[in-house]
């Protein structure tokens, strides 16, 4: 979480944050098969081992990761980052402009991060 994330906790959950964020600063290499927990009624706080899902893919978390910064992407992973939504009139858009450069629904599904049935519905629009 960066310094600026980390700003916008409720004073609540922030003291949890504060202390998810120092522990695993000390995990080395790959930190996403870990999981901090506070479980009050237990009594335990601190790093659990998770293993990740046998469906997982990094597309799960970084849903446009790979889609290029041109016209017709979705916004940057920065922006996605920062919860920038897309408006439906500009995935529509972008949607329809893909299949006129020879896209396929698949692809523009991907892209958007939608389903094809969604994707083939705004192409239609």
């Given amino acids: 979480m960066t310094d600026i994330a980390a700003g916008f906790e409720r004073k609540e959950t922030r003291r949890f944050a ?7 600063l000390g995990v080395p290499g790959d930190k996403r098969k870990w999981v901090w ?9 601190g790093l659990i081992r998770n293993e990740l899902p046998s469906f997982w893919r990094s597309s799960l978390s970084h849903a446009y ?14 922006a996605v980052r920062y919860g920038t939504r897309v408006p ?28 094809k049935s969604t994707a083939h519905a705004m192409v239609n629009e």
């Fill in 88 to 115: 439906r009139s500009e995935l529509v858009r972008r949607a329809k402009a893909m299949r006129s450069a020879g896209r396929s629904y698949g692809e523009i599904a991907k892209a958007l991060g939608v389903s």
């Fill in 37 to 45: 927990l506070h479980y009050e009624s237990q009594g335990f706080e």
């Fill in 18 to 24: 504060d202390k998810a964020r120092t522990e695993f």
């Fill in 65 to 78: 990761a790979d889609v290029a910064d041109d016209d017709m992407s979705i916004p940057s992973e920065k």
